[in-house]
């Protein structure tokens, strides 16, 4: 894009060089070739920052991935305290980015690896104690992933591996209410199950969560 602005400029320069070796070219053609001239300026720079910007947002990707994986083989006190400073450093941008890694963790976690995903979430604690100083909304975030772990578990020994194949679903309700029935379909077991104990965390007064298998499926899409 850049080397096509360009020589587009370079084009428009030579123009307006030739253009001023002859008086057949009214002062309107002089105008239009001005204003391109200022186009192709302010497009070249434009696309210039863009290209600033998206490398700005890579390297903070790649800042943050490389926050996590600190994370992940951080073992002594030492360790810990530079992950922690290294997270002040990225602020709430940073925290919300782990934060979405965490919860990643806790949604694909199965029987086989419960005990490593519970270090992780007391490892996180350990580390950020004090997640509300990167945002007052996460103040309660420890002991609400905490619950769902919980939840989930319940599922887990409650509900046989032979038994978790096929479709799941999460169905919520209120039957005091005219509110409508909210449901989650199409969703592996793992899936459901995390589903299960993100939404049981906040049910509301009379309200049902049900978390079931689906034996039999019609399905029917209407295209345009």
Not at 31 to 55: C, D, G, R, T, V
Not at 121 to 132: E, G, T, V
Request: net charge neutral; charged share 25%.
């Amino acid at each position: 894009m850049d080397s096509k602005i360009k020589f587009c400029h370079t084009f428009l320069l030579i123009k307006i060089y030739r253009y001023r070796g002859t008086r057949k070219s009214s002062t309107k053609d002089f105008l239009i070739l001005m204003i391109e001239k200022h186009l192709l300026f302010y497009a070249f720079h434009i696309s210039f920052y863009i290209k600033i910007l998206m490398n700005m947002g890579e390297n903070v990707k790649i800042a943050e991935k490389n926050l996590i994986e600190m994370f992940e083989t951080a073992k002594s006190n030492s360790e810990y305290d530079f992950v922690s400073e290294q997270m002040k450093e990225k602020g709430y941008s940073g925290f919300s980015h782990f934060l979405y890694w965490m919860k990643e963790q806790l949604k694909t976690y199965d029987d086989t690896n419960v005990s490593e995903a519970t270090e992780l979430l007391n490892k996180a604690k350990s580390i950020f104690p004090n997640p509300k100083e990167y945002s007052p909304s996460w103040v309660n975030i420890w002991t609400q992933l905490e619950q769902i772990m919980q939840y989930k578990n319940e599922v887990l020994k409650q509900i046989p591996l032979k038994s978790r194949t096929g479709e799941w679903q999460v169905i919520m309700d209120n039957p005091y209410t005219h509110e409508a029935i909210v449901c989650y379909p199409g969703l592996s077991f793992i899936e459901a199950a995390y589903l299960y104990g993100f939404f049981r965390l906040d049910l509301k007064h009379n309200e049902y969560i049900r978390l079931q298998r689906v034996e039999s499926l019609v399905v029917f899409k209407r295209e345009e």
